[in-house]
Each structure stands twice: as C-alpha cells, then as structure tokens.
T-cell receptor
Framework: DTGVSQDPRHKITKRGQNVTFRCDPI?????LYWYRQTLGQGPEFLTY????????KSRLLSDRFSAERPKGSFSTLEIQRTEQGDSAMYLC??????????????????FGPGTRLLVL | GENVEQHPSTLSVQEGDSAVIKCTYS??????FPWYKQELGKGPQLIID?????GEKKDQRIAVTLNKTAKHFSLHITETQPEDSAVYFC???????????FGRGTSLIVHP
C-alpha cells in the first residue's frame, strides 16, 4: 500500500504525559500536513511542511505541540504535558506540489487513517 | 478567514434514492473545493473535487456542482447504496493558501 500511514492508530495516555505520533507520507510527496479532528467536526489545520521546512502553524498549535520532518520524509508530532482537551483524532495528509509547476489550485491532499488520542 | 457551512448535519435515505449535501463558503477568492468521505475509524478519503474554472464535475454516481456567484457548492450521489453510508465533508481553499477549511460534516445513512 503506497498511501499515507500513521502510527500508532490508537493511544491512551494519562494527563501530563508526553506522546509522539508518526506520519509516513506518500513517497514522492513533498508537502505534509497535520490536522486535528474532534467528534462532530471537520479536520482543523495544525501545521504543514514543505520538504523539511515547517512553513505555517495554526494558532491551535500551542507551545506544548511540536512537529518535525527532519529529512523531508516522515514527520512526528509531539504533545508534551497532555491535557484532556487534547483528546482527538490527529490526521496527517500529504501532497505533491511541483516547483514552477501547477499553481496551488492543482494541489490535492491525501489523508492517512489518523491516530486517535485519549487523554485520561 | 474562510468559513464553510455544511447542511444537513444528518441525511437518511432509502437505498436507490439520491442524496444531496450543500455547502456555502465566504471567501470569494476560494478556488478549490474537495469532498471527502470518512468511514468510522478511518481518515477522510477524497472522492471528488472541483476547481473554480468549471461548474460541474461527474464521476459515475457522484457529481459536484459549483455556483461561484452564490458561493455555494453541492455533492450529489445518485442510486445510493448502503456502502455509501459515512460522514461526508466539504472543504474550500484558495486565495493563495494551501490550507483548506472544512465543513462540519454530514452523516449519510443509506437504509437497505
């Protein structure tokens, strides 16, 4: 399967603990996005990378959240000192944008299966 | 920023009927409108998208229409089947941004 993969699929943790999630994008994709989805809501943007550079962060991304994409391939999202309000599905998406190629209107994002986090 | 409203929140139909989900957006600069299907416990899967230079796009039983003047777009599913049951999300993106804004989703239930 060459789609976006995420690990783990489920995580239960106690309040105050740190958690780390991993996302492996579609192999040739240079853009990688993180979203958060709570029950009954659509995905909400957290941050995105172009190769290894983190280009934009949402106001939703508090100081307790950090994301990396060290080699421009897989990415990790870490949440420090988890709170019950962090309980959500964390989604990763990837896309391919060619330099000097099609405009932003041509970009399509493909989502992974998500990591469901429950903070007790 | 962009605001996307999606209706209805729940839609129940009989197998074989058509289903229509409607979305409105606020930013006239938006130029890309994808639709995603999300099954329980899974991530959203792109099912169809439309760009602002076309008014309608069809793929087998699924079609999307776009009215830029009114700033609304709709998903049409014909001959619904039980496996179409899922949550459907619309989204809007544009104005030079790579970040889509999603609607709150429509839970479609197709009764056999």
């Amino acid at each position: 399967d060459t789609g976006v993969s995420q690990d783990p699929r489920h995580k239960i943790t106690k309040r105050g603990q740190n958690v780390t999630f991993r996302c492996d994008p579609i192999s040739e994709h240079n853009r990688l996005y993180w979203y958060r989805q709570t029950l009954g809501q659509g995905p909400e943007f957290l941050t995105y990378f172009q190769n290894e550079a983190q280009l934009e962060k949402s106001r939703l991304l508090s100081d307790r959240f950090s994301a990396e994409r060290p080699k421009g391939s897989f990415s990790t999202l870490e949440i420090q000192r988890t709170e019950q309000g962090d309980s959500a599905m964390y989604l990763c998406a990837s896309s391919l944008v060619l330099a000097g190629g099609p405009s932003v209107r041509q970009e399509t994002q493909y989502f992974g299966p998500g990591t469901r986090l429950l903070v007790l | 920023g962009e605001n996307v409203e999606q209706h209805p929140s729940t839609l129940s139909v009989q197998e074989g009927d058509s289903a229509v989900i409607k979305c409105t957006y606020s930013d006239s600069a938006s130029n890309y409108f994808p639709w995603y299907k999300q099954e329980l416990g899974k991530g959203p899967q792109l099912i169809i998208d439309i760009r602002s230079n076309v008014g309608e796009k069809k793929d087998q039983r699924i079609a999307v229409t776009l009215n830029k003047t009114a700033k609304h777009f709709s998903l049409h599913i014909t001959e619904t089947q039980p496996e179409d049951s899922a949550v459907y999300f619309c989204a809007a993106r544009g104005g030079g941004s790579y970040i889509p804004t999603f609607g709150r989703g429509t839970s479609l239930i197709v009764h056999p």
